[in-house]
């Protein structure tokens, strides 16, 4: 009968793959839900057998991951999947779970979890997409800070996943902080090419650094992208509005016009598209206008064809301050504060009187055209 006895102890052992700590630990949550000496004991576990990864498992999964957890804590079961993975990867095989588990799948079917791997692949999108929507619900409320944290411990969760990244270079873009917010915004692209708003501010931390030619390509990129989304007006708008800002500024005005024109079309009751489309025909205005008149000074001396071409530079001065113009009364007809309005339309009132000023120029030089026939 002892022998009987002792075989069978032994037997109990040999089959036991587990240890005294992590049983305890199992026990005090599954059933006494004593999530203090859980945590106290799995810790335990890890120490008495460092090959065995169900400790940290168990520990990342349902300690520190489960919703019910009073100790829920997404940084550390991050850590302790991450600890879990590099226990498992000792020998080279992968460690089985206690039991396996039936679990459904995005297309509608189900899958059987074997492996402690298989199982952190599985639930770590999960613990992600918990802890990523936790993050923006802390942004709503003004916690950037907070939500900045959370932001980084869903990497933990999926270091491959865009969002995460995008999430973080707008926050710490948002922050002044350019260096992070580059190297963010460079690894969501290299995984997903699509986030307009990531090559925006690529583009904005350009400018700030007066790189006006990058500015301009990551700008374009930006726009470029947005349309390839199908994104909303909204979004197109501030695009092309930046982008529009960069070309103005790199002395590419034509181009920034017609991208002018394309942004009114899509929101014609924006007062700040105008004035700024107003602003850059009156800046064209003054340099065509310098531009011409130097030729003014010298009419004596210029040929009929000379003449001719002085006065096609008039006359395309006269077009800008029309369109100029036209603008500033739209600013006018739609800004509500009166004395706004009133300001728009004084500057109306300025162009007004300078096209009858390059009228009584033109006039000057069809005069001398007739006297060199």
């Given at each position: 009968m002892?022998?009987?006895?002792?075989?069978?102890?032994l037997l109990?052992?040999?089959?036991?793959?587990?240890?005294?700590?992590?049983?305890?630990?199992?026990?005090?949550?599954?059933?006494?839900?004593?999530?203090?000496?859980?945590?106290?004991?799995?810790?335990?576990?890890?120490?008495?057998?460092?090959?065995?990864?169900l400790?940290?498992?168990?520990?990342?999964?349902e300690v520190?991951g489960?919703?019910?957890?009073?100790k829920?804590?997404?940084?550390?079961a991050?850590?302790?999947?991450a600890?879990?993975l590099?226990?498992?990867?000792?020998d080279g095989?992968?460690q089985?779970l206690?039991?396996?588990k039936?679990?459904?799948?995005?297309d509608g079917?189900?899958?059987?979890?074997k492996?402690i791997?298989?199982?952190?692949?599985?639930?770590?999108y999960?613990?992600?997409?918990?802890?990523?929507?936790?993050?923006i619900?802390l942004?709503?409320?003004?916690?950037n800070d907070?939500a900045?944290?959370?932001?980084?411990?869903a990497?933990?969760?999926?270091?491959?996943?865009?969002?995460?990244y995008?999430?973080?270079?707008?926050l710490y873009?948002?922050s002044?902080?350019?260096?992070?917010?580059?190297q963010?915004s460079d690894?969501?692209l290299?995984?997903?090419?699509?986030f307009?708003?990531?090559?925006?501010?690529?583009?904005?931390?350009?400018?700030?650094?007066?790189?006006?030619?990058?500015a301009?390509?990551m700008?374009r990129?930006?726009y470029?992208?947005a349309?390839e989304?199908?994104?909303?007006a909204?979004?197109?708008?501030g695009?092309?509005?930046r982008?529009f800002?960069?070309?103005?500024?790199n002395?590419?005005?034509?181009?920034?016009?017609?991208?002018?024109?394309?942004?009114i079309?899509s929101?014609?009751e924006?007062?700040?598209?105008?004035?700024?489309?107003?602003?850059v025909?009156?800046?064209?205005?003054n340099?065509?206008?310098?531009?011409?008149?130097?030729?003014?000074?010298?009419?004596?001396?210029?040929?009929?064809m000379?003449?001719?071409?002085?006065k096609?530079?008039?006359?395309?001065c006269?077009?800008?301050?029309?369109?100029?113009?036209?603008n500033?009364?739209m600013c006018?007809?739609l800004?509500?504060d009166?004395?706004?309005?009133?300001?728009y339309?004084?500057?109306?009132k300025?162009?007004k009187n300078?096209?009858?000023?390059?009228?009584?120029?033109?006039k000057?030089?069809?005069?001398?055209?007739?006297?060199?026939?």
């Open positions: 002892k022998i009987l006895l002792y075989l069978f102890a109990l052992v040999s089959c036991s793959t587990t240890s005294v700590e992590y049983r305890t630990a199992t026990t005090s949550l599954r059933n006494d839900r004593d999530y203090n000496k859980a945590e106290e004991y799995a810790l335990k576990a890890l120490d008495v057998d460092t090959n065995d990864a400790p940290a498992y168990f520990l990342a999964m520190y489960s919703s019910s957890s009073p829920k804590d997404y940084k550390k991050a850590s302790y999947f600890k879990a590099e226990i498992d990867a000792l095989e992968n089985k206690e039991s396996s039936i679990v459904p799948t995005s079917g189900q899958k059987e979890l492996t791997k298989a199982a952190i692949e599985y639930y770590s999960n613990l992600w997409a918990e802890s990523f929507n936790e993050g619900s942004i709503s409320e003004g916690k907070k900045l944290e959370l932001f980084l411990v990497v933990d969760f999926q270091p491959k996943e865009p969002k995460s995008n999430a973080l270079a707008t873009y948002e002044g902080d350019y260096i992070n917010a580059l963010m690894k969501a290299s995984i997903d090419p699509s307009s708003t990531l090559w925006s501010i690529k583009g904005s931390i350009a400018n700030e650094k007066n790189d006006q030619i990058l301009e390509e700008f990129k930006a470029s992208v349309l989304n199908k994104e909303t909204e979004n197109l708008s695009h092309m509005s982008l800002d960069i070309l103005f500024k002395d590419k005005k034509s181009e920034a016009l017609l991208l002018s024109e394309r942004l079309e929101d014609p924006n007062i700040d598209l105008y004035r700024n489309a107003g602003a025909y009156q800046n064209i205005l340099d065509s206008f310098i531009g011409a008149s130097d030729g003014l000074m010298n009419m004596n001396t210029l040929n009929e000379e003449l001719e071409n002085l096609v530079q008039f006359e395309d006269i077009n800008m301050a029309q369109k100029a113009r036209e500033f009364l006018s007809e800004e509500l009166e004395i706004e309005s009133e300001i339309y004084e500057e109306s300025k162009l300078r096209i009858k000023e390059i009228n009584r120029i033109i000057k030089i069809n005069k001398k055209l007739d006297e060199s026939e």
